[in-house]
């Protein structure tokens, strides 16, 4: 290797762009040594002072540790340095990646040729590239941990061969996974199938793979169905064991256990639910004491009752940790017997329960409070339309017990709002489905008078439980370890962003501190109602919402404006709400505080299946509207923009929530470029605009069910 002066100060950015060709193309088989002239020719830089300036480069790569030489003039990738990092890989459609670490602000950009054997959601260890006013980019250096190694994906059999390939429904998953002679599993070609990765030999384009599972023909209702279940390893049937230790569950309510708890029967008492629910967690009561004030009890399921740790049927609990609710059924996280039956407040049954019993004046100011174990009997069981009937027409059975209750809520909502809670009150998406399960129509569920009548007497359970058991009498943090519904502080940069964004409607944000920022977003999201912006402001703003997690840290739930917060209202169908009922029970019993790394754990566990258990309900949503229109194909639509990236554009139909996919490639009129501040894209030629929250006349030219994806064509008015 030549010999002389290394670099100056004068080449120093130059040396830095000849660097990153380096670790590239070195990164490409980490393990590989090389001599200065393969470096060279493999970044082609081949001419003599090419050369050089590829000397120069690796002296400084040596000085700062990213490669090491073997020995005299050979060098190899070295995987112990300062500048690497440990991290989560995510995918996007284009094949590209970031990867997130944990003590890093900013996400690392991993292009598609350096991702290496790495798959989407696995740990991975990363060299990061750093060059002066541009984002940190990276190479995976390796893969130290496998997120998964099973996938879903379409079964394609080559011809005349006895191999095939699993190609994913998902754009993220990077490569197509080969299946060897003899490891199909019965699949025939084009069969939708689960294959479970078992090699990935270095320097192979492809990981090999056996299938496992045959799920059934691709694009059928119960195939997609499963495989969304499938493709986030969410379980669909309970092990046969658990389901006989549940059906072997005494059912019976005993005097000797009704002893211990503080009997409830003789009052009030009913549950709102939607019409077609089964699981009902909570009930209310209300009675009005001699000296005028109510007792609203709040009693929920007392799931730990039955469900004990240490037992089968609690390991599967945990390992579920959620219920997750698909547009066609519910999976749920306890057997049917348990949370349709056994632990359901269905009415004119006695029942367990866990309660949060309040005595409140007229004005909804808390006098008393209690928290124990009850047995309670439920009178009636209303659905939401039913408590909004009454609650607008002043008539009905138990129309004063829903119109005083629907009083004070609304004092509390009124009250939460002024401590600085958010109003996000968006509709959700729901479809009409025919016997079959085929979607006939579509509809969007608005929270009425009823829906936050519910909500504010659960909210206050929820807040006064975790406030019971963090602080002591005279409000001073007690320490006592629990698990939190946290959700942390809007980051003030997308905050800034949107404060800049609104202002060219002619909005305007105070930022000076949270209670004005919170007071902001109110009256903004009161402004924006019924103004062709709103759609586009509202998701912008909650987008700039952190989200919220399980946690043992009690940091407070920003959105409701809560500075302790825990769910404790539905452990049927959520696994931190029994936590939460079995360390109250603890405290209550005089018990001192547990160690807080067991919980630590099970926060973050519960975090990720809420994560997976939401994401396979927001696809089988996709695959339903895709499903609906599929009958309209070929029609034309008014719509908003939805969404806008470097590649296209999403447009969504509010009349049915449908939303499809606009490619800048099919934009024949004028070459188009993406502006991520404005949030649109630009035609060089013509200033035309597509920008976030336009309306614009679309056409439905493609439905694809296997990728849950609508194409559009954007029709000229």
């Keep these: 290797m030549a010999k002389g002066k290394y670099f100056s100060d004068k080449n120093n950015h130059k040396l830095q762009e000849i660097g990153r060709l380096i670790l590239r193309f070195m990164n490409e088989k980490s393990g590989k040594i090389y001599n200065y002239k393969q470096i060279a020719e493999g970044i082609d830089y081949k001419n003599p002072r090419q050369r050089e300036l590829v000397i120069q480069s690796l002296h400084k790569l040596l000085s700062e540790k990213q490669i090491k030489e073997t020995e005299k003039g050979k060098f190899i990738i070295n995987l112990n340095i300062e500048g690497t990092l440990t991290g989560t890989i995510d995918f996007n459609q284009a094949g590209n990646a970031y990867v997130k670490v944990d003590q890093m602000d900013d996400d690392i950009f991993i292009h598609s040729k350096n991702v290496k ?14 060059f002066k006013g541009k984002k940190i980019e990276g190479s995976v250096l390796k893969v130290i941990e496998r997120k998964r190694d099973e996938f879903v994906g379409t079964f394609q059999l080559i011809k005349h061969k006895d191999f095939g390939f699993v190609v994913s429904d998902k754009k993220s998953m990077s490569t197509d996974i080969f299946v060897p002679r003899g490891k199909n599993g019965g699949a025939e070609d084009g069969d939708k199938v689960v294959v479970k990765m078992i090699d990935w030999r270095a320097g192979e384009k492809n990981p090999e793979g056996e299938i496992i599972k045959v799920l059934g023909a691709p694009g059928e209702h119960e195939t997609e169905i499963h495989s969304i279940l499938a493709e986030y390893g969410l379980p669909y049937d ?13 059912r019976k309510i005993h005097d000797h256990e009704v002893a211990k708890r503080r009997d409830m029967r003789g009052i009030c008492t009913f549950t709102i639910d939607p019409k077609d629910a089964k699981d009902f967690d909570d009930a209310l009561s209300i009675q009005k004491l001699d000296n005028g004030n109510w007792e609203i009890g709040v009693h929920i399921a007392d799931v730990s009752h039955y469900v004990i740790p240490g037992t089968i049927l609690d390991d599967e609990a945990y390992k579920r940790a959620t219920s997750v609710y698909l547009v066609d059924r519910v999976v749920p996280m306890l057997p049917e017997v348990l949370s349709n039956d056994v632990c359901s407040l269905r009415p004119n049954e006695e029942k367990y329960t866990f309660s949060a019993v309040f005595e409140l004046n007229d004005k909804a100011e808390i006098q008393s409070q209690w928290f124990g174990r009850t047995v309670i009997y439920s009178d009636r069981k209303f659905a939401y339309e039913e408590a909004q009937q009454r609650i607008e027409t002043k008539e009905g059975d138990l129309v004063e017990e829903i119109l005083t209750l629907d009083r004070l809520a609304k004092i509390l ?3 939460r709002i002024e401590n600085g809670a958010i109003t996000f009150d968006r509709s959700e998406v729901r479809f009409n489905l025919d016997d079959k399960g085929e979607p006939i129509g579509v ?11 519910i909500e504010e007497f659960m909210l206050l359970a929820n807040r ?5 058991v963090s602080l002591n009498k005279k409000r001073v943090p007690t320490n006592n370890t629990f698990i939190y519904r946290i959700h942390d502080d809007p980051d003030p940069a997308k905050l800034e962003a949107l404060r800049d964004f609104v202002g060219t409607f002619g909005y305007t944000m105070n930022l000076a501190n949270t209670k004005k920022v919170a007071e902001s977003l109110n009256k903004l999201l009161a402004d924006i109602q019924g103004k062709g912006e709103e759609n586009m402001i509202e998701t912008l703003a909650m987008r700039s919402m952190s989200k919220a997690i399980y946690s043992t840290d009690p940091i407070g739930h920003y959105g409701l404006g809560f500075e302790y917060y825990s769910h404790f209202t539905s452990p049927i169908r959520r696994y931190p709400d029994l936590i939460a009922h079995r360390l109250l029970q603890h405290y209550l019993d005089g018990g001192k ?5 067991e919980f630590d754990e099970k926060s973050k566990h519960c975090s990720a299946m809420e994560k997976l258990a939401s994401d396979a309900e927001r696809d089988s949503i996709k695959f339903m509207q895709v499903k609906f229109m599929e009958k309209h194909l070929g029609e034309d639509f008014t719509g908003v923009i939805s969404g806008v990236a470097d590649f296209g554009f999403w447009v969504q139909i509010p009349e049915n929530g449908a ?9 024949m009129d004028d070459s188009y470029t993406y502006d991520a501040k404005s949030h649109a894209v630009f035609g060089s030629k013509t200033g035309n605009k597509y920008q976030l929250g336009d309306e614009v006349t679309i056409r439905v030219m493609k439905a694809n069910l296997i990728q849950k994806q609508l194409d559009f064509k954007i029709i000229e008015s």
Aim: proline share 3%; net charge negative; hydrophobic share 35%.
């Design 117 to 130: 054997d790495a798959m989407q959601g696995d740990k991975v260890l990363v060299v990061t590239y750093h």
């Design 659 to 667: 939303e499809g996919l606009i490619k800048l490639r099919d934009l």
């Design 593 to 597: 505080s547990p160690q807080k790394q």
């Design 464 to 468: 006064k439980v975790s406030e019971f």
């Design 238 to 250: 309970f092990p046969e064991e658990v389901e006989n230790e549940a059906q072997g569950i005494d």
């Design 413 to 415: 909502r009124k009250a």
């Design 443 to 453: 509809y969007f569920k608005v929270s009425k008078d009823s829906n936050h009548l």
